[in-house]
């Protein structure tokens, strides 16, 4: 492999994965150049890419990824903030040029892409119109101790932070990373009630030595006694998972006009038993 061109994880087409050789991106004058050192597979999002199921995207070859973390290399002449050898985490690459590939945000690549969102936002960059996603502005360093297996982690960690709100009464279904991250930083930012809900005890106990106020099987919150005592008096109900069947099992227990929060990526035709829920509620895909 020469300098200019890298590694990346292509889906060619559904059902298939593929290493290939690519162009190493050319950053500009806002954006650094990050040398990879550890990528996690997003269950949600990664998976339906790779399946074909993922919502609005059917044209291939993509590239796959966008939870990383690596190195900077280089940086364009207006970033400040970042500097050669930060760890940086959330790095894309959102265009393959005449490659022929197509950007499922590239981010298991060899090299990727940050932005310096800042200075985007000073210059008055900062818009849709002028190729700034919303992605660039939870690019950033991370501090040196930071681990490259725990910086990737923070990419979960950012988007769960940019899906909450002022929530008194949450309910959380799946206790994965996503759900748990729910959980602590719930508490931590100083919500109410979080309860959580999964099928397995190990991930219950795990959930409540994080802060989780009850613990809950998918069976015990579908059971009319669970439903009437709870009386419609959760201000959310979060689906870490990211499933119609999820959605539906707790549209029962969302108060009137509270929220249904989605934050995993479901497939492209899901549906929902309106006769569970409230006359009035708001769904947010948080995709």
């Not at 996690?40 to 939870?67: M, Q, R, W």
């Not at 119609?244 to 492209?268: A, E, I, Q, R």
Request: charged share 20%; net charge negative; proline share 5%.
């Amino acid at each position: 492999m020469n300098k200019n061109t890298m590694k990346s994880v292509i889906v060619p087409a559904p059902g298939k994965i593929e290493i290939r050789e690519v162009e190493t991106p050319v950053i500009n004058a806002y954006q650094a150049l990050v040398k990879t050192e550890m990528v996690a597979l997003c269950n949600a999002t990664d998976s339906k890419l790779i399946a074909g199921h993922f919502p609005g995207v059917d044209t291939y070859p993509l590239a796959l990824g966008h939870e990383n973390a690596g190195i900077v290399v280089a940086v364009g002449e207006k970033v400040r903030n970042f500097k050669v050898g930060d760890r940086a985490i959330g790095g894309l690459i959102s265009d393959f040029g005449a490659q022929g590939i197509n950007s499922g945000w590239g981010g298991f690549s060899e090299y990727v892409v940050v932005n310096d969102f800042e200075v985007l936002k000073e210059e008055g960059l900062a818009t849709p119109e002028q190729g700034c996603w919303d992605s660039f502005e939870i690019q950033n360093s991370v501090p040196a101790h930071v681990q490259p297996e725990e910086a990737v982690i923070s990419c979960t960690w950012r988007e769960v932070l940019g899906a909450f709100k002022d929530f008194k009464k949450v309910i959380v279904v799946g206790s994965g990373p996503v759900g748990l991250s729910f959980v602590k930083l719930g508490k931590l930012f100083g919500l109410g009630q979080i309860d959580i809900v999964d099928m397995l005890p190990a991930k219950l106990e795990v959930a409540r030595r994080m802060g989780a106020d009850n613990e809950y099987t998918p069976a015990e919150i579908s059971t009319p006694e669970f439903i009437a005592a709870a009386g419609r008096s959760y201000d959310a109900v979060i689906d870490a998972v990211g499933l119609d069947v999820v959605v539906n099992s707790v549209l029962p227990l969302v108060k009137m006009g509270g929220d249904v929060c989605v934050y995993g990526v479901m497939t492209k035709n899901p549906t929902f038993d309106l006769s569970k829920a409230p006359y009035n509620f708001d769904l947010h895909m948080h995709q």
